[in-house]
């Protein structure tokens, strides 16, 4: 059964700031290719909502989200077998400090 991908406000922030970095210093081209790549994995956690690993090995706190890495980027979302949904609340860059950034979100 499918679940309903749903990406949050923060989330779509951080994707549409990718998408401005890729354009603006790759040109349209390689923007293209990495955001299809990116939505493309995002949208199969609506097969695959269980691919990615639990974010509580990451942050103790974060038990009950999961995350999954990209080639440049990690995506943290929370699964609701109830509702059939995947949330996806964030959409970090793998050069950053995931622990550092993610204790800013309100994700608790």
Known sequence: MS?????????SV?????????RDNFGPNVRKRVMDDLLKTI?????F????????????Y???FSYLHTKRNTIFYQ????????QVL???DNREDLVTKLSIFDIK
């Not at 951080?14 to 890729?22: C, K, S």
């Not at 699964?79 to 995947?86: K, Q």
Request: charged letters at 20%.
């Open 62 to 64: 974060l038990d009950g």
């Open 14 to 22: 951080q994707l549409e700031v990718i998408n401005n970095y890729l």
């Open 43 to 47: 949208s199969s956690l609506g097969v």
């Open 79 to 86: 699964v609701n077998d109830s509702l059939h949904e995947v």
């Open 3 to 11: 679940y309903e991908v749903v990406i949050s406000d923060d989330a």
């Open 90 to 92: 964030n959409v970090l």
């Open 49 to 60: 909502p269980n691919k990615g690993q639990s974010a509580k090995n990451i942050l103790e």
